[in-house]
Protein backbone atom coordinates (compact mmCIF):
# COMPACT_ATOMS: atom_id res chain seq x y z
CA UNK A 1 0.00 0.00 0.00
CA UNK A 2 3.35 2.42 0.72
CA UNK A 3 4.46 1.76 -2.24
CA UNK A 4 1.54 1.76 -4.42
CA UNK A 5 0.96 5.48 -3.03
CA UNK A 6 4.48 6.40 -2.99
CA UNK A 7 4.75 5.24 -7.18
CA UNK A 8 1.55 7.38 -7.22
CA UNK A 9 3.39 10.20 -5.81
CA UNK A 10 6.20 10.54 -8.08
CA UNK A 11 4.11 10.38 -10.92
CA UNK A 12 2.15 13.19 -9.63
CA UNK A 13 5.67 14.84 -8.95
CA UNK A 14 6.82 13.73 -12.37
CA UNK A 15 3.26 15.23 -14.13
CA UNK A 16 3.80 18.78 -12.02
CA UNK A 17 7.45 19.19 -12.66
CA UNK A 18 6.48 18.55 -16.42
CA UNK A 19 3.97 21.49 -15.78
CA UNK A 20 6.36 23.88 -14.34
CA UNK A 21 8.68 23.69 -17.07
CA UNK A 22 5.94 24.62 -18.93
CA UNK A 23 5.57 27.65 -17.55
CA UNK A 24 1.96 26.80 -15.75
CA UNK A 25 3.21 24.81 -12.02
CA UNK A 26 1.63 26.16 -8.86
CA UNK A 27 4.25 28.42 -7.62
CA UNK A 28 3.29 30.99 -6.18
CA UNK A 29 6.03 33.55 -4.55
CA UNK A 30 5.61 34.43 -0.97
CA UNK A 31 5.95 38.28 -2.15
CA UNK A 32 6.18 39.85 -5.48
CA UNK A 33 9.40 41.12 -5.33
CA UNK A 34 8.66 42.48 -9.62
CA UNK A 35 11.96 39.59 -10.75
CA UNK A 36 10.94 36.29 -11.95
CA UNK A 37 13.50 33.50 -10.03
CA UNK A 38 11.25 30.74 -10.49
CA UNK A 39 14.05 28.85 -12.54
CA UNK A 40 15.96 28.70 -9.41
CA UNK A 41 13.54 26.45 -7.93
CA UNK A 42 14.75 22.70 -8.85
CA UNK A 43 18.27 23.60 -7.46
CA UNK A 44 17.62 26.10 -4.76
CA UNK A 45 18.64 25.01 -0.69
CA UNK A 46 15.56 25.00 1.45
CA UNK A 47 16.84 27.87 3.39
CA UNK A 48 16.86 31.68 2.77
CA UNK A 49 16.86 32.36 -0.68
CA UNK A 50 15.35 28.67 -1.28
CA UNK A 51 12.06 27.44 -2.24
CA UNK A 52 9.84 25.92 0.25
CA UNK A 53 8.29 23.24 -1.08
CA UNK A 54 4.84 22.58 0.65
CA UNK A 55 2.69 19.39 -0.12
CA UNK A 56 -1.39 19.87 0.65
CA UNK A 57 -4.58 18.05 -0.66
CA UNK A 58 -6.25 21.06 -2.23
CA UNK A 59 -10.04 19.49 -1.56
CA UNK A 60 -10.07 20.85 2.13
CA UNK A 61 -11.92 24.22 2.12
CA UNK A 62 -11.44 26.91 3.33
CA UNK A 63 -7.74 25.23 4.39
CA UNK A 64 -7.07 24.84 0.80
CA UNK A 65 -9.00 24.50 -2.25
CA UNK A 66 -7.94 24.89 -5.82
CA UNK A 67 -8.99 29.06 -6.70
CA UNK A 68 -10.37 30.11 -10.29
CA UNK A 69 -6.49 30.59 -11.64
CA UNK A 70 -5.97 27.09 -10.37
CA UNK A 71 -3.60 27.94 -8.20
CA UNK A 72 -4.19 26.35 -4.03
CA UNK A 73 -5.72 29.32 -2.06
CA UNK A 74 -6.86 29.39 1.28
CA UNK A 75 -5.89 29.50 5.04
CA UNK A 76 -2.92 27.33 4.90
CA UNK A 77 -1.81 29.08 1.60
CA UNK A 78 -1.52 32.16 3.60
CA UNK A 79 0.22 30.60 6.44
CA UNK A 80 2.53 29.40 4.70
CA UNK A 81 3.29 32.42 2.48
CA UNK A 82 3.90 34.59 5.44
CA UNK A 83 6.53 31.38 6.61
CA UNK A 84 8.23 31.68 3.56
CA UNK A 85 8.16 35.57 3.59
CA UNK A 86 9.51 35.41 7.24
CA UNK A 87 12.44 33.33 5.93
CA UNK A 88 12.84 34.61 2.82
CA UNK A 89 12.02 31.58 0.75
CA UNK A 90 9.87 31.09 -2.12
CA UNK A 91 6.68 29.07 -1.89
CA UNK A 92 6.15 26.01 -4.11
CA UNK A 93 2.36 24.26 -3.34
CA UNK A 94 1.99 20.81 -4.48
CA UNK A 95 -1.50 19.50 -4.59
CA UNK A 96 -1.27 15.78 -3.74
CA UNK A 97 -3.86 12.80 -2.17
CA UNK A 98 -3.51 13.46 1.24
CA UNK A 99 -2.39 10.04 2.09
CA UNK A 100 0.89 10.80 0.35
CA UNK A 101 1.95 13.67 2.34
CA UNK A 102 3.73 11.98 5.04
CA UNK A 103 5.53 9.41 2.80
CA UNK A 104 6.50 12.71 0.97
CA UNK A 105 8.06 14.32 3.59
CA UNK A 106 9.50 11.19 4.37
CA UNK A 107 11.21 10.90 0.34
CA UNK A 108 12.03 14.64 0.53
CA UNK A 109 10.47 15.96 -2.56
CA UNK A 110 8.14 17.99 -0.02
CA UNK A 111 9.74 20.16 2.62
CA UNK A 112 6.12 20.72 4.50
CA UNK A 113 2.86 19.91 5.05
CA UNK A 114 0.03 22.42 5.57
CA UNK A 115 -2.91 20.46 5.11
CA UNK A 116 -5.57 20.84 7.79
CA UNK A 117 -3.29 18.38 9.23
CA UNK A 118 -4.06 16.74 12.88
CA UNK A 119 -1.83 16.35 15.15
CA UNK A 120 -1.53 12.68 16.33
CA UNK A 121 0.95 10.90 18.02
CA UNK A 122 1.05 7.99 15.20
CA UNK A 123 2.28 10.86 12.93
CA UNK A 124 4.04 12.10 15.49
CA UNK A 125 6.67 9.27 15.36
CA UNK A 126 6.88 10.13 11.15
CA UNK A 127 7.15 13.76 11.47
CA UNK A 128 7.87 16.47 13.47
CA UNK A 129 4.96 19.04 14.22
CA UNK A 130 5.01 22.77 14.76
CA UNK A 131 3.10 24.54 17.28
CA UNK A 132 -0.61 23.91 16.37
CA UNK A 133 -1.87 26.88 14.74
CA UNK A 134 -5.67 25.79 14.62
CA UNK A 135 -8.26 23.35 16.01
CA UNK A 136 -10.92 21.16 14.05
CA UNK A 137 -13.31 18.75 15.22
CA UNK A 138 -14.70 16.10 13.30
CA UNK A 139 -17.97 15.71 12.36
CA UNK A 140 -20.58 13.79 11.15
CA UNK A 141 -22.85 14.55 8.04
CA UNK A 142 -25.86 13.32 6.93
CA UNK A 143 -28.86 13.58 4.61
CA UNK A 144 -31.62 15.98 6.01
CA UNK A 145 -34.09 12.81 6.64
CA UNK A 146 -31.55 10.45 8.13
CA UNK A 147 -32.25 8.18 11.31
CA UNK A 148 -29.08 8.81 12.52
CA UNK A 149 -29.17 11.21 15.57
CA UNK A 150 -27.01 12.20 18.34
CA UNK A 151 -28.30 10.99 21.82
CA UNK A 152 -27.14 12.65 25.32
CA UNK A 153 -24.47 10.12 27.39
CA UNK A 154 -23.98 10.01 31.35
CA UNK A 155 -21.88 13.51 31.14
CA UNK A 156 -25.00 15.49 29.29
CA UNK A 157 -22.91 15.83 26.11
CA UNK A 158 -24.36 14.86 22.52
CA UNK A 159 -22.90 11.41 21.02
CA UNK A 160 -23.83 9.64 18.12
CA UNK A 161 -23.22 5.96 17.55
CA UNK A 162 -22.37 5.10 14.15
CA UNK A 163 -22.87 1.17 14.67
CA UNK A 164 -23.93 -0.94 11.55
CA UNK A 165 -24.01 2.29 8.79
CA UNK A 166 -21.52 2.63 6.57
CA UNK A 167 -19.36 5.52 6.38
CA UNK A 168 -18.08 7.56 3.84
CA UNK A 169 -13.94 8.61 4.76
CA UNK A 170 -11.37 10.34 3.20
CA UNK A 171 -8.28 7.91 2.84
CA UNK A 172 -5.84 8.31 6.07
CA UNK A 173 -7.74 11.19 7.49
CA UNK A 174 -8.28 10.88 11.38
CA UNK A 175 -12.26 10.45 10.60
CA UNK A 176 -10.96 7.36 8.42
CA UNK A 177 -8.86 6.27 11.55
CA UNK A 178 -11.07 7.21 14.57
CA UNK A 179 -14.22 4.91 12.44
CA UNK A 180 -11.90 1.99 11.45
CA UNK A 181 -11.35 2.01 14.95
CA UNK A 182 -14.77 2.65 16.47
CA UNK A 183 -16.56 0.34 13.80
CA UNK A 184 -14.65 -2.12 12.28
CA UNK A 185 -12.92 -1.01 8.45
CA UNK A 186 -16.29 -3.42 6.63
CA UNK A 187 -17.92 -0.42 7.48
CA UNK A 188 -15.68 2.26 6.86
CA UNK A 189 -15.46 3.11 3.13
CA UNK A 190 -12.50 5.66 1.93
CA UNK A 191 -12.26 8.24 -0.84
CA UNK A 192 -9.68 9.81 -2.30
CA UNK A 193 -10.90 13.12 -0.60
CA UNK A 194 -13.37 14.83 0.75
CA UNK A 195 -15.99 15.69 -2.26
CA UNK A 196 -15.87 12.40 -3.40
CA UNK A 197 -17.03 10.98 0.13
CA UNK A 198 -19.85 13.19 -0.20
CA UNK A 199 -20.96 12.11 -3.28
CA UNK A 200 -20.98 8.99 -2.35
CA UNK A 201 -23.68 10.04 0.49
CA UNK A 202 -25.84 12.25 -1.86
CA UNK A 203 -25.78 8.59 -4.08
CA UNK A 204 -26.81 6.78 -0.79
CA UNK A 205 -23.60 4.39 -1.42
CA UNK A 206 -22.94 5.89 2.24
CA UNK A 207 -25.03 6.59 5.48
CA UNK A 208 -22.79 9.37 6.64
CA UNK A 209 -19.34 10.85 6.29
CA UNK A 210 -17.27 11.38 8.80
CA UNK A 211 -14.78 14.31 8.31
CA UNK A 212 -13.35 18.11 9.33
CA UNK A 213 -15.74 20.43 10.45
CA UNK A 214 -15.07 23.19 8.41
CA UNK A 215 -14.72 21.74 5.32
CA UNK A 216 -18.01 19.75 6.22
CA UNK A 217 -19.85 23.06 6.04
CA UNK A 218 -18.34 23.77 2.63
CA UNK A 219 -19.63 20.31 1.24
CA UNK A 220 -23.07 20.85 2.98
CA UNK A 221 -23.98 24.25 1.23
CA UNK A 222 -22.74 23.34 -1.93
CA UNK A 223 -25.34 20.16 -2.10
CA UNK A 224 -28.69 20.33 -0.76
CA UNK A 225 -30.58 18.14 1.63
CA UNK A 226 -27.16 17.63 3.86
CA UNK A 227 -26.74 18.07 7.44
CA UNK A 228 -23.92 18.07 10.12
CA UNK A 229 -25.38 16.53 12.88
CA UNK A 230 -25.03 18.44 16.52
CA UNK A 231 -22.03 16.38 17.74
CA UNK A 232 -18.05 16.78 18.10
CA UNK A 233 -16.79 13.20 17.21
CA UNK A 234 -13.44 14.21 18.42
CA UNK A 235 -11.61 17.50 18.63
CA UNK A 236 -8.16 18.20 17.09
CA UNK A 237 -5.58 20.19 16.79
CA UNK A 238 -3.83 21.32 13.24
CA UNK A 239 -0.04 21.83 12.82
CA UNK A 240 2.21 22.47 10.04
CA UNK A 241 4.67 18.54 9.64
CA UNK A 242 8.58 18.39 8.72
CA UNK A 243 10.54 15.17 8.16
CA UNK A 244 11.89 14.45 11.10
CA UNK A 245 15.77 15.07 9.74
CA UNK A 246 14.99 18.39 8.99
CA UNK A 247 15.51 20.50 12.39
CA UNK A 248 17.21 23.61 10.82
CA UNK A 249 13.67 23.95 8.32
CA UNK A 250 12.12 22.81 11.38
CA UNK A 251 13.18 25.44 13.94
CA UNK A 252 12.86 28.36 11.64
CA UNK A 253 9.17 26.95 10.66
CA UNK A 254 8.12 26.89 14.38
CA UNK A 255 9.91 30.01 14.99
CA UNK A 256 7.57 31.87 12.40
CA UNK A 257 4.39 30.22 12.92
CA UNK A 258 5.18 31.38 16.79
CA UNK A 259 5.70 34.60 15.88
CA UNK A 260 2.87 34.72 13.68
CA UNK A 261 0.10 33.48 16.10
CA UNK A 262 1.63 36.09 18.69
CA UNK A 263 1.61 39.08 16.40
CA UNK A 264 -2.38 38.50 15.32
CA UNK A 265 -1.43 37.62 11.61
CA UNK A 266 -2.46 33.83 11.57
CA UNK A 267 -5.76 34.87 13.43
CA UNK A 268 -6.59 37.75 10.80
CA UNK A 269 -6.27 34.90 8.09
CA UNK A 270 -8.35 32.05 9.72
CA UNK A 271 -11.09 35.11 10.43
CA UNK A 272 -10.95 35.98 6.73
CA UNK A 273 -11.78 32.47 5.73
CA UNK A 274 -14.17 31.70 9.03
CA UNK A 275 -16.17 35.09 10.24
CA UNK A 276 -16.52 34.05 13.80
CA UNK A 277 -20.21 32.89 14.21
CA UNK A 278 -22.87 35.37 16.14
CA UNK A 279 -23.66 33.48 19.42
N1 LIG B 1 -7.62 16.82 9.94
C1 LIG B 1 -7.75 15.58 9.23
C2 LIG B 1 -6.48 14.79 9.37
O1 LIG B 1 -5.46 15.32 9.67
C3 LIG B 1 -8.11 15.76 7.76
C4 LIG B 1 -7.14 16.58 6.98
C5 LIG B 1 -7.44 16.64 5.48
O2 LIG B 1 -8.24 15.92 4.95
N2 LIG B 1 -6.79 17.54 4.79
O3 LIG B 1 -6.47 13.62 9.17
Redesign the pocket.
Known sequence: MKKLSIAMLSMVLAGSMLLTACGGGNTQPAENTGSDDTQQSETAENTEGGVLRMG??A??PP??YMDENNEVAGIDAEIAAAIADKLGMELEITDMA?ES?IPALQAGTIDIVL??????PE?AEQVNFTDTYAT?V?VVIVPENSDIAPVENEEGAMEVDLTGKTIGV?T??????YCTDDYGQEFVKQFD??PLAVAALMNGQVDCVV??NE?AKNYVAANEGLKILDTAFAN?D?AAAIAKDNTELFEQVNTAIQELKADGTIQTIIEKYIPAEAE
Open positions: TNTFYEFLAGMTVDRGQQGTTGDLNGIDPEY
